[in-house]
């Protein structure tokens, strides 16, 4: 088939006019991060009142030409690790009693969405959670769910409490991005869900882990289990996670404004380039999530320098934002983007909204909607105890003291600088593992990390060689 045509319509228009999804697709596949990424009173003070987090000009991460390349790539192929051919996976679609009212125009996300995989006698049960801004059944968490799955574990994968459609149906205050927060709206979810599981699904014990943000879900998951005590979750393994949340999220948007700029005309040039890759690798997948490693495919057929990989980079974390901060504006009725008094509904256009969103960086999430929200929520709050509260260090005496939570990460992740991973090394001494390559989740299915994994969950790990 032909590429569709540049128009400068909306995505949505164009999946639409050229019959590329169904009404269905479109609950999945035709969202505010598509949009985004291819049209590249009381007591609480007021935006501008706000300090927005910051990166120090001496904490730049640790940005190499090889781990862009790892970020983008991934695992090459000869080094993948053995996988089962088949891997059985079940669609699940849970109603949760305590979701906010759902916005007309995001109806489709009204139920939390999660994939199951089961193993056909007893197992230990594997709970994985996607990175920043990403659905349930990403390509990546593929890879994880098959090397679970091949190993014995039950696999349950869930979105990040980031995504819209984890926002729409499981969040309590519609604004994403606290980890303590989110954390427990992702705990009650999975209470919920394993408690609805088929009664054939027989569990011997929990584990839980994540990639990117979603280890650091994972983490804080665990030591909230460990007072409560409703899951018993027994182990947990980090992959590639963040110290500082708002810290990582600040290197990415210099990326972002290094390499790209903040303009429609800075934007344009590499929205032109991809477009017409991404439409064609879109009608010939069978896919209708569109995730990272879909983005970076398109992406890099065209990439041929560092600051056009760098670019491609941001652009996805950017496309996550994007969706966070329109679900939060809408929910906290910030008024930012979205008229409290007229929300979109189904039919309108959301072109002018998205071309305001794509050029806001998280400084102004955190300092117009974020913030805002949490102050007003929790008087005598500051900004700085915002920025502290998301970070690991909120639970670092269960992560020094525990022996059952592990972290994978690499030596040139981007996401962290040379402070935030000596900090890892130091708190988690043996039970962490530092790959000398891979950016940022660039080892994920690697046949080392995968072996890695599995025996820090099984209580074989005996520390790195």
């Known amino acids: 088939m032909s590429a569709i045509p540049y128009t400068g319509l909306p995505f949505n228009s164009l999946l639409s006019r050229h019959g590329l999804c169904d ?12 949009i985004a990424l291819l049209l590249l009173g ?3 003070p007021a935006a501008e009142d706000i300090e927005a987090p910051s990166v120090p000009a001496t904490s730049p991460g640790l940005v190499t030409s090889a781990a862009l390349h790892a970020t983008v790539f991934g695992t090459a192929p000869r080094d993948l690790a053995p996988l089962p051919a088949k891997v059985p996976l079940a669609e699940i679609n849970i109603e949760l009693p305590w979701r906010q009212p759902v916005p007309e125009v995001l109806w489709f996300d009204r139920k939390l969405r999660v994939w199951l995989t089961v193993q056909k006698k007893p197992a230990p049960l594997a709970i994985v ?21 091949g190993a014995g574990y039950h696999v349950l994968t869930v979105p990040s409490p980031t995504f819209p459609g984890f926002i729409v149906s499981a969040s309590s205050t519609g604004v994403a991005g606290d980890l303590t927060q989110d954390a427990k709206d992702m705990y009650r979810a999975l209470q919920e869900i394993i408690h609805h599981l088929p009664k054939k699904v027989r569990i011997t014990d929990i584990d839980i882990l994540g990639y990117s943000l979603g280890g650091a879900n994972a983490a ?3 030591s909230i ?4 005590g409703k899951l018993k979750i027994h182990r947990a393994v980090m992959i590639n996670p963040p110290v500082s949340l708002f810290a990582s999220i600040g290197r990415i948007d210099k990326l972002f404004a290094q390499n790209i700029g903040t303009g429609d ?11 017409a890759q991404l439409a064609n690798l879109y009608r010939s997948s069978d896919r209708i999530e569109i995730d990272e490693n879909f983005l970076y495919g398109a992406a890099a057929a065209i990439l041929k320098t560092d600051a056009e990989f760098s670019a491609a980079i941001a652009l996805t974390f950017r496309t996550a934002l994007v969706d966070m901060f329109f679900c939060g504006d ?11 008094k007229r929300p979109p509904k189904v039919g309108d256009s959301l072109e002018d909204i998205q071309q305001t969103l794509r050029h806001k960086p998280f400084a102004d999430y955190f300092t117009q909607v974020f913030a805002p929200y949490y102050l007003k929520a929790n008087p005598g709050w500051t900004s700085n105890t915002l920025i502290a509260d ?8 269960q992560l020094r003291n525990d022996g059952d939570y592990f972290a994978q990460t690499n030596s040139d992740d981007l996401i962290l600088d040379a402070r935030e991973l000596q900090w890892l090394r130091d708190t988690l001494g043996s039970r962490i593992v530092v790959y000398d390559h891979g950016g940022h989740l660039g080892t994920i299915g690697d046949r080392h990390q995968i072996a890695d994994m599995l025996s820090m969950l099984d209580g074989t790990w005996t520390g790195p060689p």
């Open 129 to 149: 959670i996607s990175g920043t801004g990403s659905d349930g059944n990403t390509s990546k968490l593929e890879l994880l769910r098959a090397a679970l799955y």
């Open 330 to 340: 809408l929910y906290a009725r910030s008024g930012v983007v979205v008229d409290p």
């Open 390 to 397: 998301n970070r690991l260090d909120i639970i670092s005496e």
């Open 225 to 228: 289990d460990a007072t409560e």
């Open 265 to 275: 005309d800075a934007i344009e040039p590499l929205y032109r380039q991809l477009y």
């Open 42 to 44: 009381n007591s609480v």
């Open 220 to 222: 804080v998951i665990k």
């Open 23 to 34: 009404h269905g697709a479109m609950k999945f596949a035709c969202r505010w991060a598509l």
